[in-house]
């Protein structure tokens, strides 16, 4: 997916405010950044942190990231956004980013497994299973934990890298370390009843739900299996909003899921941009060949 068209066509007056700040986020802020958008960006994130790559879009001159500042409230009718502690943001248009969870806890040593949830992670994941190879001299035996969409798309990645796969649905209560230099790779699990698999690394593709609870309270419609309901161009069934990433629901399926956040991005900023330039009467940008 191509990047929107440099223009200096939008309002400076248009006010975007994005709630969430992971992956699809940034790429959203990066993307509408590179076609020049000359409104302003707020970004409520639900991280205490300053991770760098949330530092580096807070410098961009158009970009507000407020930290610690999670979105808690949507008025609809008067196109605000309101936070946990209270302060209360305006907005042209909204873009809901905030992600999916895990349905269940982590597993013990988990930190220590390779996951995958979304498209984006395949690539990771090729990186790994590639240094462990090296590492090991032959082709790697994975362990895969999960069922459903996620647990089958990981195990078609892992084929595609050279892993000779051995897939449990069974959750373990426990993820052995292993001995990889990369220190990215556990090497076996450990069930409930003290029995266990092994091999050269282990992948969860568990479960997640969309949070979804932000919209939904906002009378958004949402997937009876969780995610805000979008159509093929991002919007959401509220005028002004719309969603992105892991929190968005395309025919029932979780978006990151069926798109990287990368082409998503691109195509939500091209939409988000056509709708600045009509609130501003410009002519809509179109997006790059």
């Known amino acids: 997916m191509s990047a929107p068209a440099p223009s200096p066509s939008t309002s400076a007056a248009t006010r975007i405010v994005i709630a969430g700040a992971g992956p699809a986020a940034q790429a959203l802020v990066s993307q509408l950044d590179r076609a020049r958008f000359t409104g302003t960006i707020t970004v409520l994130s639900n991280r205490d942190d300053t991770p760098e ?23 609809a009718v008067n196109r605000t956004v309101a936070t946990a502690d209270g302060m209360e943001f305006a907005y042209d248009q909204l873009v ?22 979304t498209i984006d992670d395949a690539a990771r994941i ?10 090991l001299g032959r082709r790697p035996l994975g ?55 092994n091999g050269d690394l282990v992948v969860l593709a568990e479960e997640r739900v969309s949070r979804d609870g932000l919209a939904a309270s906002a009378g958004l419609r949402t ?56 609130d501003s009467g410009a002519v809509p940008l179109q997006a790059a060949a």
């Open 143 to 197: 362990i895969l934990v999960g069922n459903g969409t996620a647990a089958g798309q990981a195990e078609a990645v892992l084929r595609a890298q050279g892993v000779r796969p051995i897939r449990t649905t069974a959750r373990p209560a426990a993820v052995v370390p292993g001995t990889s230099a990369s220190g990215l790779a556990a090497s076996a699990v450990i069930f409930e009843d003290g029995s266990s698999m």
């Open 126 to 135: 090729g990186e790994a299973v590639s240094e462990v190879a090296r590492e």
């Open 53 to 75: 790559e949330l530092l580096e879009l807070a410098l961009l001159p158009q970009v507000s990231v407020r930290f610690g500042q999670p979105a808690s409230h949507i008025d």
């Open 223 to 278: 997937a009876p299996s969780g995610g805000i309901v979008i159509t093929q161009d991002f919007r959401t069934s509220v005028p002004g909003i719309w969603a992105l990433g892991d929190a968005a629901a395309f025919d029932g399926v979780r978006l990151g899921l069926l798109v990287a956040a990368a082409s998503a991005a691109g195509a939500c900023a091209t939409q988000l941009l056509t709708a600045a330039s009509a």
């Open 96 to 117: 809901i980013a905030t992600g999916s969870a895990p349905v269940a806890s982590p597993v013990e040593g988990a930190d220590a497994c390779l996951s995958y949830s």
